[in-house]
């Protein structure tokens, strides 16, 4: 992530100056703000290594979530774990927004939500938090609620792959599609 952009209002957040996208079957997409480093040091907390190649990892994993359920996520972290002159960016289909020197993810946050006409979903584990942005009319979910609600639409949608590619392998074992199979290819060749 190397764009760098100004500081603006937050009254546009989450939708890249598109407008709030909707779903093919017209819900409004859901908007998720990420507390960064507390999403990041829960999924981490083993890791040894540096700050750099974990959220670029939890990035890659956010983004993936992001395109796999159409949902807009942004992801705040706090410029006192990092040296970067960044404000705000993207990562492929995220935001990324680091705060100033001096302001805390859990102050960018609120601002954000305070300013949000829709109010996003914020994914925090910090009480007081999740307390301030209530107050504000969002929306909270846990980390670790956030975590497992991410696994598990990824479990299902990989064993609705696998099923899919199982009917697919099961219907090349039917001696029906081989006969139909013949039948095509004689009525192609004589064409």
């Known amino acids: 992530m190397k764009e760098t952009k100004e500081k603006e209002p937050f009254k546009n957040h989450f939708n890249h100056g598109e407008g709030h996208k909707k779903l093919k079957n017209s819900k409004i997409r859901q908007h998720y703000l990420i507390d960064g480093y507390n999403l990041l040091f829960k999924v981490y907390h083993e890791r040894q290594d540096s700050l750099e190649v974990l959220r670029k990892e939890l990035l890659i994993q956010l983004d993936n979530f992001s395109k796999t359920f159409h949902v807009d996520l942004a992801v705040v972290f706090d410029a006192m774990h990092d040296q970067e002159d960044l404000h705000r960016g993207y990562f492929k289909s995220l935001e990324v927004i680091?705060?100033?020197?001096?302001?805390?993810?859990?102050?960018?946050?609120?601002?954000?939500?305070?300013?949000?006409?829709?109010?996003?979903?914020?994914?925090?584990?910090?009480?007081?938090?999740?307390?301030?942005?209530?107050?504000?009319?969002?929306?909270?979910?846990s980390v670790e609620n956030f975590i497992k609600k991410t696994q598990k639409r990824m479990h299902d949608v990989v064993k609705k792959q696998n099923s899919q590619e199982l009917n697919l392998k099961n219907r090349f074992k039917d001696p029906l599609f081989h006969y139909y199979l013949k039948i095509f290819e004689l009525k192609t060749n004589k064409k």
């Open 98 to 141: 680091y705060t100033q020197m001096g302001q805390s993810a859990d102050e960018q946050i609120i601002e954000i939500v305070e300013y949000q006409k829709q109010k996003p979903i914020i994914v925090t584990s910090d009480r007081s938090l999740a307390k301030q942005c209530k107050i504000r009319g969002a929306e909270t979910q």
